[in-house]
C-alpha cells in the first residue's frame, strides 16, 4: 500500500508499505479519510520525541473495517469506524483505575508509538476505536477525532462558567470546533490569532472579538485556552482573565513559557492548569454532543497524493480550519 512516513526530522516521504495484519483485539481499516492534525507535526518535526522510527503519522482516522483479529468481539467488517490518537492504555494502573487514562504511563498512541491513517490501511484496537455513522461525510468526522475531542476536553479543563467570556489564543482545527461548542452553550468567545485565515474564521463563526494574542480583550475572560504552542502566549492569556478565572494549555507540545509575576499574573486565584490527551469517555461525549449540536468543521481537503503538501500548509499557516487527507 502507499503510506507517508517520516523518514529524518521534518521529512515525510510517500512510501510503498506492506498492508498491517491486525492482532488478534484489532481490526483492519480501510482508510477514507485523515486529519491533518499540528500534533502530527510535533512528530514530524521531532519537537516531541520519536517513539517508532519510521512511523506513519495520521491519527484522525476515519474508515471501513475490512478484517478482524481473531478476539475481536464487537466491531464487524464493513463498520465505519473512528481511529484517534489514544490507542490502548494498561487499564491496572492507578490512574486508569481513577478513569484517567489519559493519564496512563504505559499508554500508547496511534501515528506515534503505532503507524497511523496516512496510509490506505491502518489497524486500531478494537477497544480503542469509535463506532461512527456511515452516513456522514468522512472528511466531515475526521477532525472530530482529535482536534474535536481535545478541544472538547480543554474546554472542561478550563472551568467556562455558565454564560461566561471565553478567549481563544490560536485558532486553528482545534481552536474553532471548541469555539461552536462554548457558543452553543451561551458563552461569549473571543478570538486571540495572529494569522489573517484564522481571524476570517473566527468571524466567519461570529464569535464576539478578533483581535491579536498580545492584547488584551475589550472585556475581562471568565476562562482562556491556549491552542498555539507558544509558551510567550501565556502571561498575556493570565493577565486577561479575571479574579478566579482558569487558563488551560491545550497543546501537546509548547515552547517555553516565560518566567511569570506572581502578583500580574497569578494572584487573585487565577488557575493555570494543563490538557494531556484524553479519555474515552472524553470522546463518546464529545461524538455525542457534536451529533447534537450539529458542529461542523471547517475544511481543506488533500488528495492523499499530496498529503505533503497539507502538512506543509500546516507548518507554514497557509490554511485555516481542519486539514483532510482523502481516499
Not at 123 to 128: G, H, I, S
Not at 218 to 245: H, M, Q, W
Not at 269 to 278: A, H, I, K, P, Y
Amino acid at each position: 500500500m502507499k503510506a507517508w512516513r517520516t523518514v529524518e526530522p521534518g521529512v515525510l516521504a510517500e512510501s510503498d508499505v506492506p498492508v498491517p495484519t491486525p492482532g488478534e483485539r484489532e481490526v483492519l481499516v480501510k482508510v477514507e479519510a485523515c486529519g491533518v492534525c499540528r500534533t502530527d507535526l510535533h512528530v514530524i518535526d521531532r519537537e516531541i520525541p520519536e517513539h517508532r522510527n519510521g512511523v506513519i503519522p495520521g491519527h484522525q482516522v476515519v474508515g471501513t473495517v475490512v478484517a478482524r483479529g481473531s478476539a475481536v468481539a464487537q466491531l464487524q467488517v464493513g463498520d465505519r469506524v473512528g481511529i484517534p490518537w489514544l490507542r490502548s492504555t494498561c487499564s491496572v494502573c492507578v490512574w486508569c483505575r481513577q478513569g484517567k487514562e489519559n493519564l496512563c504511563p504505559n499508554s500508547r498512541y496511534t501515528g506515534w508509538d503505532a503507524d497511523g491513517g496516512y496510509a490506505e490501511f491502518a489497524t486500531v484496537p478494537e477497544a480503542f476505536a469509535y463506532r461512527l455513522d456511515p452516513s456522514v461525510d468522512p472528511v466531515v468526522l475526521a477532525p472530530l477525532l482529535c482536534a474535536g475531542i481535545i478541544g472538547y476536553r480543554a474546554l472542561q479543563r478550563a472551568n467556562l462558567p455558565r454564560g461566561g467570556n471565553l478567549g481563544i489564543y490560536g485558532f486553528g482545527s482545534s481552536a474553532h470546533l471548541a469555539a461552536q461548542v462554548a457558543m452553543r452553550a451561551g458563552a461569549k468567545v473571543f478570538a486571540l490569532t495572529r494569522g489573517e485565515e484564522s481571524k476570517r474564521l473566527a468571524r466567519n463563526l461570529g464569535v464576539e472579538f478578533v483581535g491579536d494574542a498580545v492584547e488584551p480583550p475589550p472585556e475581562p475572560l471568565d476562562s482562556a485556552i491556549v491552542f498555539a504552542p507558544a509558551g510567550a502566549i501565556v502571561p498575556f492569556a493570565l493577565r486577561a482573565t479575571t479574579r478566579g478565572g482558569t487558563v488551560a494549555l491545550a497543546g501537546i507540545h509548547m515552547t517555553d513559557v516565560p518566567s511569570l509575576n506572581y502578583t500580574q499574573d497569578l494572584f487573585f486565584e487565577r488557575d493555570l492548569r494543563t490538557v494531556t490527551s484524553n479519555t474515552r469517555a472524553d470522546g463518546l461525549a464529545f461524538l455525542r454532543l457534536a451529533r447534537n449540536l450539529e458542529i461542523c468543521p471547517a475544511v481543506r481537503t488533500y488528495p492523499a497524493t499530496a498529503t505533503g503538501e497539507a502538512v506543509n500548509d500546516l507548518r507554514n499557516g497557509r490554511t485555516s480550519g481542519s486539514l483532510v487527507i482523502v481516499h
